[in-house]
């Protein structure tokens, strides 16, 4: 073989070059370079629990640094059913239907090589988590955008009727969604409910900001729609709730069918979740109380509307979301042509980092708009909103 034809094999595979680093990353990178305050990233870097935190100290002095079976320990499996039960009334064999993953985002990767082929099309709602698109492309299988309806992001059922083909296999809900905060309603859930039953679809639910709700407004678990609980993979996690995205704890809960090939694509992609932070979680799981979740609702709605006041004080249009914590804004006096240019001017004026909405949507839409993170620490949440002020 030539020299040429053999570095002609030398190459990128065909997804490679359509796959970019996120411009949630690109801006958190950008604003550690210049020091500045990060609402891009929802690194959420509030306090942790003290009984999760002590508790994880205590599991890598007693030794629990090994790995664990490919789906969690049985301690932090049966928290975990357990909580599913006390808050929705579903019920989960710790055994059989519950998987502990490497961060939620593990449990997507899972559930579509367990569940999905290359092909497949995966219906998405619109602004859209993108890591939700790109984990979804990277398997070869294909997200179809639905778009939602602004200026409060209701569902077009029409709209999401008509982009069922017969390649669809599966319906990707995220609520409370990231980017826009939107909390889908009961009647909506059961729209999508029914179209699932009525197409026999899988849905991949998305709950990790379940207990960030605000202003009254209530999550509804879709599994616990009749006839949904057998077709539904709800995903979720710790890193939210408990502060700790960088621990990379989440879990699936699913029927008994669809959860063996879950948790044998997680042991080949991740062997396990992290060891001591599994038996911190269980901790959390069982010693706080109910009044925990409730004040990190009323925590976050405080900062919610310390940002939105900062915000419309800095020009730009901005509505409460109902629920997790971003903030998705208009930047139309913003300098730039794009929303990723008025972002990094931003960035450069004030030091505050935010996410271009063009990142949330498909090709030529979202240019008018930035999200914002307001999951952070008083102090550094306050000096960002003195920032924005200047503006």
């Known amino acids: 073989m030539s020299t040429a034809s053999a570095a002609s094999r030398l190459a990128l595979s065909n997804l490679a070059p359509t796959t970019f680093q996120s411009e949630i990353r690109a801006m958190t990178t950008e604003c550690d370079r210049i020091g500045g305050i990060n609402l891009a990233q929802g690194v959420c870097d509030t306090p942790i629990p003290g009984v999760v935190l002590e508790a994880a100290h205590e599991a890598i002095r007693e ?36 998987m502990v993953a490497s961060g939620a ?38 997200p179809v955008l639905v778009a939602l309806a602004e200026p409060d992001w209701q569902l077009d059922v029409d709209a999401l009727r008509a982009a069922v083909t017969p390649r669809t296999r599966a319906i990707l809900l995220n609520t409370p969604a990231n980017p826009s905060g939107k909390i889908f309603t009961r009647a909506e859930t059961e729209a999508v409910a029914q179209l699932a039953i009525e197409h026999d679809l899988f849905l991949i639910t998305d709950e990790i900001y379940e207990y960030f709700v605000y202003d009254g407004a209530q999550h509804i678990c879709p599994a616990t729609l009749p006839g949904m609980r057998e077709r539904t993979i709800v995903l979720s996690g710790f890193s939210k709730t408990f502060s700790i995205t960088g621990w990379r704890l989440g879990y699936a809960t699913a029927d008994a069918r669809w959860m063996p090939a879950m948790g044998h694509f997680h042991d080949l992609t991740y062997v396990c979740a992290p060891a ?9 799981l069982e010693q706080l109380p109910a009044s925990f979740y409730r004040q990190l609702a009323a925590d976050h709605q405080q900062k919610r509307e310390r940002l939105l006041g900062a915000l419309r004080d800095a020009g730009m249009e901005a509505t409460a979301p109902p629920g997790a914590y971003y903030i998705l804004a208009r930047a139309s006096r913003l300098p730039g042509n794009t929303a990723a240019e008025k972002a990094r001017g931003l960035l450069a004026a004030t030091g505050v980092a935010a996410v271009a909405g063009s990142a949330f949507f498909r090709p030529g839409r979202g240019e008018d708009l930035l999200r914002f993170c307001f999951a952070k620490k008083d102090d550094e949440l306050d000096e960002a909103c003195a920032r924005l002020r200047q503006l």
């Open 276 to 284: 001591p932070f599994q038996h911190a979680a269980a901790a959390g």
């Open 105 to 142: 985002t593990a449990g997507l990767h899972a559930a579509a090589m367990a569940l999905l082929n290359p092909g497949d099309e995966v219906l998405l709602f619109e602004p859209c988590y993108g890591y939700h698109v790109n984990t979804l492309k990277s398997l070869r299988i294909q």
């Open 63 to 98: 030794g629990n640094n090994i790995y664990t079976r490919c789906d969690g320990i049985a301690r932090l499996r049966q928290a975990i059913a357990a909580k599913q039960r006390r808050d929705y009334g579903l019920e989960y064999d710790a055994e059989r239907e519950v």
